[in-house]
């Protein structure tokens, strides 16, 4: 049961341009997003995070977009630039009292970004 | 701050052998989580640690261990592998834990594959 959906394994755009990269969920009790960018034999690097009480953050020319009702949230790259180019991970945590969501993410499969000069 | 450490980078095996990887945390971060990231599953939680304490489990066999010292530094063991254990063994850091602003960090990770 993949409770974290990326359904688009890759994506090409042009320097300068928008890149958005999406993501779906379908676990209710996720109240915690966050982005991951990843390049090849390195471990992922935290990109940006959002909390369900919100419905937007920024960071740079990062921004993170959730949608509670749809369960789907967005990576907005602008501009996007060649050394951008990555695998993004989504990744979601659940705030629960049994404590059965300490230090566990899950995650989706993955998209691979490139951007061309 | 010096980021998460992972020893050793790669590792090669055989069936039935066993192996301990390790992980150092971020100075100052408390928990400690692994994940196996294979093409076919992606990322796969492990297991948690914080205060030397495992807190959480995920989906797989007791060959499958762990434990965390004092220090918070942190080792995983796998016993009896078998040739699906070959994978990318990542470690990452957290200052609590859990969620709501608590990111976790990465290592680049333990390149593993059993023969």
């Known amino acids: 049961d993949q409770q974290v959906k990326q359904n688009s394994p890759s994506l090409s755009v042009q320097e300068g341009r928008i890149s958005i990269l999406n993501c779906d969920y379908t676990?209710?009790?996720?109240?915690?997003f966050l982005w991951y960018k990843k390049y090849p034999a390195e471990g992922p690097t935290f990109l940006i995070s959002?909390?369900?009480?919100?419905d937007k953050n920024e960071d740079g020319r990062f921004t993170v977009f959730l949608n509670k009702s749809a369960k789907h949230l967005s990576l907005h790259i602008v501009p996007s630039q060649p050394g951008d180019s990555a695998v993004y991970f989504c990744?979601?945590?659940?705030?629960?009292?049994?404590?059965?969501?300490?230090?566990?993410?899950?995650f989706g499969q993955g998209t691979i970004l490139t951007v061309h000069p | 701050k010096a980021g998460v450490t992972q020893t050793p980078r790669y590792l090669i095996k055989t069936r039935g052998q066993q192996v301990t990887l390790s992980c150092s945390p971020i100075s100052g971060h408390r928990s400690v989580s692994w994940y196996q990231q294979t093409p076919g599953q992606g990322l796969q939680f492990l297991f948690e640690?914080?205060?030397?304490?495992?807190?959480n489990k995920g989906n797989f066999p007791g060959r499958f261990s762990g434990r965390q010292f004092s220090n918070s530094r942190s080792e995983m063991n796998v016993s009896t592998l078998e040739l699906g254990d070959s994978a990318l063994y990542l470690c990452?850091?957290?200052?609590?834990?859990?969620?709501?602003?608590?990111?976790?960090?990465f290592g680049p990770g333990t390149r593993l594959t059993v023969l």
């Open positions: 676990n209710s009790m996720f109240d915690y």
């Open positions: 959002i909390s369900s009480i919100k």
């Open positions: 990452a850091s957290s200052v609590m834990g859990g969620a709501r602003g608590n990111e976790q960090f």
């Open positions: 990744a979601a945590s659940a705030t629960d009292a049994g404590g059965t969501s300490y230090g566990k993410l899950t």
């Open positions: 640690y914080f205060s030397e304490t495992q807190r």
